[in-house]
């Protein structure tokens, strides 16, 4: 019988290794990974804003996604020294990744946290939130072990309803966590931005149905005022 052996050619190491990194990569991007150093520009205009002034410590950082970008905590809370450091589209990896840049620094008393939209809307599981939320928590309780956090909860909105299972699942892993914690607050927005009819209420978004306009931000204000006030 003839046999006809083909020879293979071997392939290098190094191009094994690309090419499962490459998988790799796809594999978790399909869960909603995404590259912090899309947001180097932002955080780089909050420290030269530092180098110039630097802000007060022992005061009430916002920080998050747009929903704390877009809100002008200066004139929601006139009686409090606030500093906003929000960067919109992120995700509570992204606010992870630039924690020692954007959080550390101010030394603050008090952190109020909005992250989790983004990250559910990119794909993100519940319970990757849950933990992303956990190690920030750790990154503040080993640098600043008196600082409260009070993490107000991913609202329902007109434009991510479908999202409205997950956003609920992440939002109780979280509460669960502040529940056992004295220095760590969770604040309702559930059930104060929905109308009779279990929807959210119109009158609180901007035309695009995602973020708040002036009464959004009037009710969160009165919400998280009430934590700050505890």
């Given at each position: 019988?003839?046999?006809?052996?083909?020879?293979?050619?071997?392939?290098?190491?190094?191009?094994?290794?690309?090419?499962?990194?490459?998988?790799?990569?796809?594999?978790?991007?399909?869960?909603?990974?995404?590259?912090?150093?899309?947001?180097?520009?932002?955080?780089?205009?909050?420290?030269?804003?530092?180098?110039?002034?630097?802000?007060?410590?022992?005061?009430?950082?916002?920080?998050?996604?747009?929903?704390?970008?877009?809100?002008?905590?200066?004139?929601?809370?006139?009686?409090?020294?606030?500093?906003?450091?929000?960067?919109?589209?992120?995700?509570?990896?992204?606010?992870?990744?630039?924690?020692?840049?954007?959080?550390?620094?101010y030394r603050p008393r008090t952190i109020v946290l909005y992250e989790g939209d983004n990250d559910l809307a990119g794909g993100k599981?519940?319970?990757?939130?849950?933990?992303?939320?956990?190690?920030?928590?750790?990154?503040?309780?080993?640098?600043?072990?008196?600082?409260?956090?009070?993490?107000?909860?991913?609202?329902?909105?007109?434009?991510?309803?479908?999202?409205?299972?997950?956003?609920?699942?992440?939002?109780?892993?979280?509460?669960?966590?502040?529940?056992?914690?004295?220095?760590?607050?969770?604040?309702?927005?559930?059930?104060?931005?929905?109308?009779?009819?279990g929807m959210p209420r119109p009158e609180l978004f901007a035309d695009d149905g995602l973020h708040l306009n002036d009464t959004g931000?009037?009710?969160?204000?009165?919400?998280?005022?009430?934590?700050?006030?505890?």
């Amino acid at each position: 019988m003839l046999r006809l052996f083909l020879r293979v050619p071997k392939i290098p190491r190094i191009l094994l290794l690309a090419t499962l990194i490459t998988m790799v990569w796809k594999a978790i991007s399909v869960n909603g990974e995404v590259d912090p150093a899309r947001f180097e520009e932002a955080i780089a205009a909050f420290e030269q804003q530092d180098a110039e002034q630097m802000p007060p410590q022992d005061a009430i950082l916002f920080v998050g996604s747009s929903s704390i970008r877009k809100w002008d905590t200066a004139k929601w809370f006139p009686d409090r020294t606030v500093i906003n450091r929000g960067f919109g589209g992120s995700h509570m990896s992204d606010l992870i990744h630039f924690t020692k840049r954007v959080v550390l620094p101010y030394r603050p008393r008090t952190i109020v946290l909005y992250e989790g939209d983004n990250d559910l809307a990119g794909g993100k599981s519940p319970g990757r939130v849950h933990a992303d939320y956990v190690q920030f928590v750790r990154m503040i309780r080993t640098e600043l072990p008196e600082t409260k956090i009070v993490f107000i909860a991913i609202k329902p909105s007109l434009s991510r309803w479908k999202l409205i299972a997950k956003i609920r699942e992440a939002n109780q892993l979280i509460k669960e966590v502040t529940d056992d914690d004295p220095l760590l607050d969770y604040v309702d927005v559930d059930g104060p931005m929905l109308n009779d009819q279990g929807m959210p209420r119109p009158e609180l978004f901007a035309d695009d149905g995602l973020h708040l306009n002036d009464t959004g931000y009037e009710l969160w204000t009165k919400l998280v005022e009430e934590k700050l006030a505890d």
